[in-house]
Structures are given as C-alpha cells and as structure tokens.
C-alpha cells in the first residue's frame, strides 16, 4: 500500500511505503512504554553512523535543527558570515540567521551543475566568513575537493547538508562525512522518511559532544539514563534546545535504513530511464549528466530543465491536468522577501537564469514502469503543444 492510493495525484511527486513491517515497529514501539529518546534512537544512530562509515552521529528531531545545531557547533555566531548556495531549501539561510550569522548566497556552476560553484564560493569569502554550509542538491556530491581546499586555506568550516544524499558518495567517501559535519533530514519526501527526523554525523569527537549536550538543554544526562539507572541527576552546562528525536520515529527511521540502498538504487533505474527518454529531447535537458566524476547520487530529484522559451506554469498546468505532480526546487532563497535585501548584496546570474526554467518530476523508489512512461509522455506532449 502506498499513502498517496487515495490523493488526486495519478503520479504524485512522491511517495512512501505503509507496510506491515512499518506498522509493526511503530506498534511495538508505543507497547514498549517508552516514548522518548531512548534506546531506539541509540540504534538508529549506530546503525546510522555504520552507514555512512562515520564515528558519531547524533539524531535530532529534524533537519533544520541539525543544520541549526551544526552550525552553532562549528562556532557560527553574531558577526560571522556562511556561504551558502541559493538554488537551495529555505532551511539553510534560517538556520544560518538563528545562529545570529548572516548567509551570503553563491551561484551554481551552470544549467548541467546545479551544484554550489567553488569559484564563487572563494570570491565570496571576506575576512567575516565562518563557514560554508554544502548542499548536494537533488542528491548528487557538490565539488566537495574544490570547497574543502578553499575552506583550508581560509581557515573555514564545512557543514553538508546531506538532506538529499543519504548513501551518495564521492571518490568512495559518504556524503555527510566530507566535511566537519553532515546534516540528515528524514522528512516525508526525502529517500530516507520517517515524517519529521534529522541525524548529524562527524569525525570530531569533542563536536560530537557539544552536539548531543546541544540537542538536550545542556543537560549532562538523559530522562533515559535515570530511567534506567544509570544516573540520578544532571548539570546544565550549556543553554540548549530540545531537538531530541523519539523512540516510534527512531524505530520507523531502523527499518527505512534497512531499505535505503534499495531505495537509491530504484531511483537510480528511475532517473535513468527519464535521461534516456527526456535530456536533449525538445530543448530539455537533465543536469548532472557529465559522467560521474567519482561521485554516486541517492537521486533525491529528478530535475529537468525547460528551454527557456517555454512558461513553466503552462507546462505544469498540463502535466496537473493529467495528474501528474510537479514541483520545483527551489525558488532561491534571495528570490523570497525576507531574504532580497541579503541577495541583492553579490549577482547570482546562474542561479536566475534557472529559476523559471527548472520542473521536478516524480520520483520516488515505488514508482511503476507505467508512472514513469506516463510522466515522459505527458511531458513531451505539453511541451511539443506549447
Ligand atoms: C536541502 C534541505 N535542507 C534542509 C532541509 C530541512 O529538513 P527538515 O524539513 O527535516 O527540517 C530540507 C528538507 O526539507 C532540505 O531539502
């Protein structure tokens, strides 16, 4: 069974699997008794940090918030200044600001690299940045080498923000263990669901540590821990949040693990029957078709983009009248009003060049060979009869 079995959407944009398995671990989960972080989410973050050949991960109760949390680790504050790429989720520039930092928007490297451009990212740096926070956008590695090279030499951190690529790597090494820290999300659409949920991996022992004190007001124990036993009092040494992930979440979040290299891997067969059928067909083409350049996608989005004569509302009304839904990712940030004044600062003639011309097709492991021929044709007929 599928969630979307009784939407409007002949071909929804995603989807997710409700199946016994699910069920089950939910349901033993809510009979445990114990609801809260507990021992579910020591699991999941173990199996988690095994995935990606990491040495800690920390689970939180969303992605913004372990955006939020990595950036105050790495030391993001007041004053401070982290490059970002536009073309990018709204998440990342409020994160960013919660810190009390301020974003400073990058281009892309083009129309077929829809990746954050290192040589913009170094003519963004002043002597205020802090840090710059990577996007693998729609789940295919950025140029993590050239940022990483740029942000040595500058004295930056590197935050990824993972949330697409969960199981994509680059020259053999997992997304989200590029940099200092990896930022997961775990929301509905994302190739790894769990409804709300986040995970933050890093090499750094002592980041790992501020971290998990981060996620629970400062707290030096667990509810868990004196659940059990195992303390019976706490310090406060930091002033925290509450960004702890639960127990029936963590448990959903095992059993979709279990299931993520599957996932990738339909996806993967998905998104290459839409480059077979669709790039350079009609004036569309599909970004990141350049080889692999050592790097394996999660293929979190099937992006096609429109010739640039074509209105992208008309191409989407057609498609809706067939129920086929659509989206694009993302309006750039500095598009929106909280955040023009700050994009208005350095031209991002790329990323605006793109805007009106990217459409996200379905996808989503579960889709049918059927779903899949259906958004190709109706593709192709809206933009031949416009
Ligand atoms: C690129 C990116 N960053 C961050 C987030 C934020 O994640 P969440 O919705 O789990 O807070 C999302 C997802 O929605 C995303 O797509």
């Not at 697409?164 to 590029?178: D, E, I, K, Q, V």
Request: hydrophobic letters at 40%.
């Amino acid at each position: 069974m599928t969630a979307s079995s009784e939407l409007r959407w002949r071909v929804p944009l995603s989807d997710i699997v409700v199946d016994d398995e699910i069920a089950d671990a939910v349901l033993e989960t809510v009979r445990s008794g114990w609801w809260s972080m507990g021992p579910r989410v020591e699991d999941f973050e173990r199996e988690f940090a095994a995935f990606c050949r990491a040495p800690h991960a920390v689970a939180v109760a969303n992605g913004t918030a372990s955006l939020h949390l990595a950036l105050l680790a790495v030391g993001c504050g007041p004053g401070d200044e982290v490059i970002v790429p536009s073309l990018n989720f709204v998440a990342a520039a409020n994160a960013i600001v919660h810190t009390g930092a301020e974003p400073v928007f990058c281009d892309v490297i083009s129309s077929g690299e829809l990746n954050l451009d290192p040589q913009d990212v170094a003519a963004a740096v002043t002597p205020r940045t802090k840090a710059v926070l990577a996007l693998h956008y729609a789940g295919f590695p950025c140029a993590m080498d050239e940022i990483a090279e740029i942000a040595d030499h500058h004295g930056l951190a590197v935050v990824e923000d993972a949330a697409h690529a969960p199981g994509a790597s680059f020259h053999g090494r997992m997304c989200g263990t590029l940099g200092q820290i990896g930022c997961f999300s775990f929301f509905s659409n994302k190739n790894l669901p769990v409804g709300e949920g986040g995970m933050i991996v890093t090499g750094d022992e002592e980041l790992a540590k501020q971290l998990r004190l981060l996620r629970s007001h400062g707290m030096t124990t667990l509810t868990w821990d004196r659940h059990r036993g195992h303390a019976s009092g706490y310090d406060v040494v930091l002033a925290g949040f509450n960004y702890r992930l639960d127990e029936v979440r963590a448990a959903v979040g095992l059993v979709q693990l279990s299931r993520l290299i599957g996932e990738n891997e339909a996806r993967a067969r998905i998104a290459g029957r839409y480059r077979e059928a669709l790039d350079g067909v009609e004036g569309l083409t599909m970004p990141f078709g350049d080889g692999d350049r050592g790097r394996v996608s999660s293929h979190h989005l099937a992006v096609v983009v429109l010739p640039d004569v074509i209105d992208r509302d008309r191409v989407r009304a057609g498609l809706e009248e067939r129920r086929i839904q659509t989206s694009v990712h993302y309006p750039p940030i500095h598009s929106f009003t909280q955040y023009r004044s700050l994009g208005q600062r350095r031209r991002l003639p790329r990323t605006d060049a793109l805007a009106t011309r990217i459409l996200t097709l379905p996808l989503y492991g579960g889709l049918s060979d059927e779903q899949v021929e259906d958004v190709i044709e109706g593709l192709l007929d809206v933009v031949q009869t416009l």
